[in-house]
């Protein structure tokens, strides 16, 4: 199974950024998927993460209103849409897979390249 994260980026406070995961090799039952990410100097921590089918999903508190995950299970990818972004949202991204909905990254079975969002004052 492979996981390719793009579309972060330079965005100044108060912006938008929309980051996308395409999942590769396991298509016909999909998993669990999230979004954790870690900035500089601190541990990678939980920001989002939605159930197979797309009917549940869970979020830190910090992004609760700001950001939204999705997915499309027909085009094997999960987005974040993440706006109303805050210099402390600044990290490197990065999506991840799991065979259940979990807060805790040694959870992960799958990990994404990562993808850096830093966003400006």
């Known amino acids: 199974v492979q996981l390719q994260a793009s579309g972060g980026g330079l965005v100044q406070a108060g912006g938008s950024l929309r980051l996308s995961c395409l999942v590769s090799g396991r298509t016909k039952s999909p998993y669990v998927m999230n979004w954790f990410r870690q900035a500089l100097g601190k541990e990678r921590e939980f920001v989002a993460d939605?159930?197979?089918?797309?009917?549940?999903?869970n979020y830190r508190d910090s992004v609760k209103g700001r950001f939204t995950i999705s997915r499309d299970n027909r085009k094997n990818t999960v987005y974040l849409q993440m706006s109303s972004l805050q210099p402390e949202d600044t990290a490197v991204y990065y999506c991840a897979a799991s065979e259940f909905s979990t807060y805790d990254a040694r959870d992960v079975l799958h990990w994404g390249q990562g993808t850096l969002v830093t966003v400006s004052s």
């Open positions: 939605i159930s197979r089918s797309g009917g549940r999903i």
